[in-house]
């Protein structure tokens, strides 16, 4: 380790022990601004153009506070950093603030009272910097890539403009003879020697450039959550609902100048802010953001609306009874005007908007029971899925819905409602921890924000859809099996009618014309009836091998013969003979009772699987094993092989694997481990008992 170098236990350490230190600065600061403010009066403050400045001190220490918090967790943040240097400016704003006025007072002036009121009515204003930076920095600590770089770089320079335009510009512009005389000859002499028309002229320019960085420091960060995906999302979405609270405290503000009710809410904004800060830094998936950012936006926005309804209601009723009754009994009559009819009719209302804004997310049964109606109704899975895509954009109230399921042999069949965004989100359909398909949904706008309640409901929605699809899927997939079992069956007896037909009915027939040639012959040449009848024998001869093919092709000898295990045994012994050992695990006594189709189908299974490991894996050695279990045969066949590569195609080995285990209900599966090589594994039900 080097000298600069830092273990993960100092820096921890360190991470630590900074808060606790900030902490301990912060409320020195609080408790010296508090004791400085209270030594002065409101006249002194109103006489020297200044305000109280505990509010900044504490303010100052929240903010500070917050990023002590987010160091701790995360050391060496910039965002943290950039929080407890802004909590610490704050407050340094404040105690210049409390300390010039009470300096201000004092006969003779104390030292530093100039540089400290300099610092609060010139240098404070960069205090507007520190947004814009924190919010190109948000969530990460680092500028954004790409084009939007240039942007946040651009921001946090245009914030610089008005405080270097204020420190740098005579006195008699900045404070327009507000001072007294003696309070200007304190403060430092930085001024640019311009005029102060032109001093002027560059203020306002320069407010109207710093006022921009704000806007455009939120376009990025509006610019970084279109692009973030996964928990950087979610963190911009902790800084959304901050935005939209103080949206909404800004409103109170405004009815309430200076009074209780717009501090509490500057009050709040400033709590909710610093700790969404906080959670989505430090804890970005504590709580459900997107409940809380939908929740926000709708019961704001129908909160402001019915605020202004309230008070054009109220000042209806004053104005027309407001002379004939006294002022008790107006508000009494309002009162009841309102609980009577006023509140249904509001609460109606807000379900309205509600239902407008989001759908039906909050009326789980109601969406459930009207899905189970309409699939019912609906025919088969070409109708079921456009009726699935309906309803679960009614219910969500969203623009677009694209439904799709898997059928056999991986093909899709999709229903899509709606023209596609540019972001979308992706649901899995599963029935029994089996994909079935994809429910896909915007991924924008408060419609796309689900929460934790509204996922459930989609869960619930998807459940019941999956088990309709699943049903028509399995009625179709039946349908398609009863017809290749008849085609099939069809095809089998077609190619055995021209087997016997063709060959051995004409063989048959020929070598009973020469046994009657050579019945005939055999007194009188006997040579030609002994050769006719060893024509007949090799005819004959070939006629069995051709029996023989038949019966093999309608079921393997080797099974009525040696039994499954045997015969499993005996493909093993070929495999061997080709440089492939193959050890073969099983319970003699476990396989003795098992249904004719299933021997058939482990049979098979074992001789494509041993002949894909000779042909393809490339194999030392395979292990095949049989086993049964409460209601099946569990077939596998593993090799310690090249295993099969992920872009490869499905051949006609593993194919006929499918369709066998298909045919007879089962579940099958091709995995490769780890540590190399092909596992088959198939489980063919034998029915209850078994084994």
């Known amino acids: 380790m080097t000298a600069h170098a830092v273990s993960p236990p100092a820096l921890r350490r360190s991470a630590i022990a900074v808060p606790v230190l900030l902490g301990a600065v912060l409320a020195v600061v609080v408790v010296v601004t508090g004791v400085l403010d209270a030594a002065a009066t409101d006249a002194d403050r109103a006489r020297y153009v200044s305000d109280r400045g505990l509010g900044s001190a504490l303010v100052g220490a ?41 300096g201000l007072r004092q006969d003779p002036v104390p030292p530093l009272v100039g540089p400290a009121y300099w610092f609060v009515s010139e240098a404070g204003s960069l205090l507007l910097v520190a947004l814009p930076v924190l919010l190109v920095l948000y969530p990460t600590g680092q500028l954004p890539e790409g084009r939007w770089r240039p942007v946040a770089v651009g921001a946090v320079g245009m914030s610089l403009v008005l405080p270097l ?68 999302r979610t963190q911009l979405r ?16 405004l009815l309430d100048v200076g009074g209780p009710a717009g501090l509490a809410a500057l009050v709040t904004a400033l709590v909710v802010t610093s700790a969404s800060v906080v959670i989505g830094v430090v804890r970005p998936q504590t709580w459900d953001v997107d409940a809380l950012v939908g929740g926000t936006l709708v019961y704001g926005g129908i909160a402001v609306a019915f605020v202004a309804l309230d ?16 002022e008790r009994q107006v508000t009494l009559l309002v009162l009841v005007l309102a609980v009577a009819a006023y509140g249904p009719l509001r609460s109606w209302l807000t379900g309205q908007v509600r239902r407008r804004l989001l759908g039906r997310r909050g009326e789980r049964y109601e969406v459930v029971s009207a899905l189970a109606a309409r699939l019912e109704e609906s025919g088969g899975l070409e109708e079921q899925l456009p009726t699935l895509a309906e309803a679960v954009a009614d219910a969500f109230r969203v623009a677009y819905v694209r439904v799709e399921v898997l059928g056999r042999g991986g093909e899709g069949l999709a229903a899509t409602h709606g023209t596609r965004p540019s972001q979308t989100r992706t649901f899995p359909i599963s029935y029994r921890a089996e994909r079935i398909g994809t429910l896909e949904l915007p991924d924008g706008g408060i419609r796309g924000m689900l929460s934790r309640r509204d996922q459930a409901l989609l869960l619930d929605v998807v459940r019941q859809a999956a088990t309709a699809v699943r049903a028509s899927l399995l009625a179709r997939e039946l349908q398609e099996s009863r017809e290749q079992l008849v085609l099939a069956r069809e095809e089998d007896r077609r190619r055995i009618r021209r087997d016997l037909h063709d060959g051995l009915g004409p063989v048959l027939g020929g070598v009973a014309m020469r046994l009657d040639a050579a019945g005939n012959a055999v007194a009188t040449h006997p040579q030609t009836a002994h ?24 079921r393997p000898p080797a099974l009525d013969d040696l039994g499954l295990l045997a015969a499993v045994q005996q493909q093993a012994e070929r495999a061997r ?37 000779a042909r393809h894996a490339g194999a030392a050695s395979a292990t095949v094993r049989l086993a049964t279990g409460p209601g099946d045969l569990a077939v596998e066949v593993a090799d310690d092989g090249c295993g099969i590569a992920e872009d490869v195609v499905a051949g006609v080995g593993l194919r006929s694997l499918r369709e066998r285990v298909d045919e007879l209900g089962g579940r099958y599966e091709v995995v490769c481990p780890p540590g190399g090589g092909t596992t088959v594994r198939a489980w063919l039900p034998v029915g209850q008992g078994a084994g």
């Open 62 to 102: 929240l903010v500070g506070l917050c990023g002590a918090v987010i160091v701790a967790q995360r050391p060496r943040h910039r965002v943290g950093i950039g929080l407890e240097a802004t909590g610490l400016f704050w407050s340094l704003d404040g105690l210049c603030s409390a300390y010039a006025v009470w």
């Open 311 to 326: 008070l054009l209601v109220l000042a209806g009723a004053s104005a027309v009874l407001g002379d004939r009754f006294q």
């Open 531 to 554: 050769r006719l009848v060893v024509q007949s024998r090799a005819e004959i001869t070939e006629a069995l091998a051709d029996v023989r093919r038949l019966v093999h092709g309608l």
């Open 165 to 232: 335009v204020l420190m740098l510009a005579p006195d008699p512009a900045v404070y327009e003879d507000r001072l007294p005389a003696e309070v200007v000859r304190l403060l430092p002499q930085l001024a640019v020697p311009v005029p102060v028309g032109v001093a002027q002229a560059a203020l306002r320019v320069a407010q109207v450039v710093t006022l921009l960085a704000l806007p455009l420091s939120a376009a990025v960060v509006f610019a970084r959550h279109s692009r973030a995906q996964g928990v950087e």
């Open 577 to 613: 003979s080709g440089g492939l050992d193959v050890v073969v695990d099983a319970d003699p006594t476990a396989l003795g009772d098992l249904p004719a189709a299933v021997e058939v189908a482990a049979y098979r299974i074992v001789s494509e699987a041993l002949a894909n490991v």
């Open 238 to 253: 902790w800084l959304l609902w901050a935005a939209l609270v103080c949206l909404l405290a800004g409103g109170v503000t």
